[in-house]
């Protein structure tokens, strides 16, 4: 029994406040985030400073970046650097709304089968693992291929709505542990119900969790909306990242040396996931006592 | 008051739950009100689960539990009469949350239109009949306070409702040697009061201090039962006399447990009805007088 | 004289300070004797008992030195205390359960250890051990889930002290089991310092009926220092020390009752190790407190083998 405890452990200040002492010292969560900050910031204002419609063909095709135009145009003369922000902008909707949509699933199914167990448990877990071993490439093939997919949003929606299980897993397990604490007993003995319980309970002591659940959810959206705009699947219509990239292939921009035009997309791409994950490793450090460096 | 009767509890083990485990085993004992009945037994004796069915956080699988002449249920309007607090004072605050938020959930649910004035008042009022200077402990998150104020926390808590009958599960093991007494000293005013008090340990020496009467529990099944001084001061039970010979007194020598005939539990299965060996003296043993 | 501490000082790194937790403890163990170290949480009991052993990353050596049979221990230097670990001293750990892996059986677990510190394992020494603590010998080909809290103890106890070390540490060995298997487990242990196999004991532990059952002397500690140290029958009938005997006034014991004899806490809680105040870190909580206690007293021999830091002994 830990009766035992020595003084030091409890003698740290505030959890939140160390936190937050720990989080502007971690130099990855700082890195990674002002990097997708930078990025988005750009993407919002971005299309501000470029005032021609992304996809409106120009007059000077295949020019290399210069004055005029900052990142150059493709073979039909279209602005570059208007696809590149709009696309930005597209490609952190996605994340967000794909993200967003798997976290929230993800969170009521752990939510629910972790603490309620039982028969609720089993049964959201077997739907948990049959749509985990679903190929989920392969499913959002055929649905584009029957429906179409029209919009950036409609893209986020089928990709919210297959990247949730292993989210729904993390927090279940999560979840299970928490609810055999005490002050789980204290709250149902001070008449709060199990929707109350959860709420007010169990997220708050798992708020770390759920926040860098939601960002690898964040960065896988982007990575399978950028595969999926790339070989062909993408919104018809708009810009994304991953349709500027399909469409220099296509237009074969590397044997004609148009590098501008698939560098800054897939640039962006690597950086905006890549950031993610360098903050995800920084806040698990923040979270995580055991491996804060020192 | 609280009366419970042949109460059983069964869990489900292994694959596809296909075995069963009798942790609890017809157990039957009463509480009044102002009276403290020590629940004693080792681990894997069922004494908690005892506890949480009292509570109405585990169901049972046979038997009956009444309060009043009423079944217990989990809910709002039992809660109001009944409390538990646990052994471990740390796990019982949520961690990310001030300690005092405890009570704010107390008027949430009970008091929702008591003014916060008023409330208030009410809370220091608690605060000090457990011995704790509200200026010390409100405001200050779980880690910052000691288990011995924890643990007084949760008995103001209790305070704050129409408490009458509080389990106690090992509410003292972790606290230190020097305020774990004190606990138990103001568990002893409340009794004064009329509480009527569930007090579950394996520690003898606490068990024996402010129970009136004592229920030795054994692998699920009571083993003995009565007056505490009864029990303990004419223990007829061998398992009784095992374990009051293996407690390591401060003041005597460590005896060897008297050689001890076990197979007069065990030819009964270790269950069965218990023998009224004197008046309100119940043990389940078949032969009393060659034990 | 087999150990010998002198002025130690250990402290804990946290985010608000150091936290002196081990602030100039000094006392001798000598052959053959188990030492029953007591005290509340935060007493620095347990941070003596890790000091002696292996200090975790938040723990800084500040000052003193810890002899052991003639020997400097070069406590604060976790390579070069390899080679003092398990032949020249060893540890029980509180929770035998997660010493022992998982996935092993004892048999082989044992074999490995011994191998990792370049002996070979005598089948028949570990046998004839285990009998001492009544350990069937069966055991050695079972998983440590099968084991009870109690066989479990008593397995890391038997392999913990192979190798018969001169000092064997137990850390809150008895606090997590049932009261008959901690009497096993307390005999158990007598049975080896008696056995030879260790040649003396430090029996850590915050129950104090038990310590005077297994230990020769009892050493009280108080807000990481010495309070008083003797004899176990001397500390339990005729403590010196306001704070050991307000302690021992506080036990419950089997057939006190409450309401014929009403015992009493002490009132007040410890200081903070962060930054403590000067002087007697009792003073706050005791009732002989005076002036002379502002300033710090030192551990005096009141009696042969009976120290007390306390003017007012």
New interface residues.
Partial sequence: MSVIQEVAPRERAGVRREALYFAVRNGKLMTGLGIVAALLLLGLLGPLFADVPPNEYGPRPMTPPGGEYWLGTTTFGQDIFAQFVHGLRATFAVGVVGGGIAAVIGMIVGFVAGYLGGIVDEVLTMLTNIILVIPTLAVLLIVNAYLGIRSVAVQGLFIGLTQWPWAARAIRAQTFSLRTREFVDLARMSGSGAGRIILREIAPNMSSYLFMTFILLFGGSVLIASSLDFIGLGPTEGVSLGLMLQNATQWSALQLGMWWWFVPPGAAITAVVGALYVANVGLDEVFNPKLRET | MLRLQDVTKEFRVGALGGGRVTAVDRVSFDVAPGEVVSLIG??GSGKSTIG?MI?G?HPMTDGSITFDGRPVR?A?DY?RHV??I???PF???????KADR?FA??K???HPGVPEEEWDERVRAALGDVRLNPDQVLGK?P??L??GQLQRL?IARALLLDIRLLVADEIT??????????V??LL?ELKARGLGVLYIT?????G???AERTVVLRAGNVVEMGL?DRV??DPLHPYTR???S??????E??ADAAAVDTCLYHARGGSGGLLEADPGHFVACARLESC | MSLQVSELRVHYRTLRGEVRALDGMSFDLGDGEILGLVGESGCGKSTLGKSLIRMDGRMRHVGGQVVLDGRELPIADDRRMTGFRFREISLIPQYAMSALNPTRKIRRMVTELLKSRGVTLDAAELGRRMDQVGLPREVLDRYPIELSGGMRQRMVMVVSTLLDPSVLIADEVTSALDVSTQKAVARALLGFRDGGYVKSMIFVTHDIALTRHIADTIMVMYAGKLAEKAPADVIVKAPRHPYTRLLIDSLPEVGVRHAERRLEGIAGSPPSLLDPPAGCRFRDRCPLAGDECAEEPPAAEIAPAHHVACWRA
């Avoid at chain 2, 394996?202 to 606490?206: A, C, G, R």
């Fill in positions: 080792e681990s949480r509570l956080l989990a709002k809660y409390q538990g646990f052994q471990d796990s019982s605050f949520n961690p990310v949350f405890v959930m107390i949430e649910s009970y998150y880690h910052q000691s288990g949760l093991s972790m606290l230190d040697a020097s305020t774990r007494i004190d138990l000293n002893a394996h520690d003898l020496s606490l024996t201090y402010l505490t303990f001061g095992e374990l009051l293996a407690v390591p007194r401060l003041h020598e460590w």
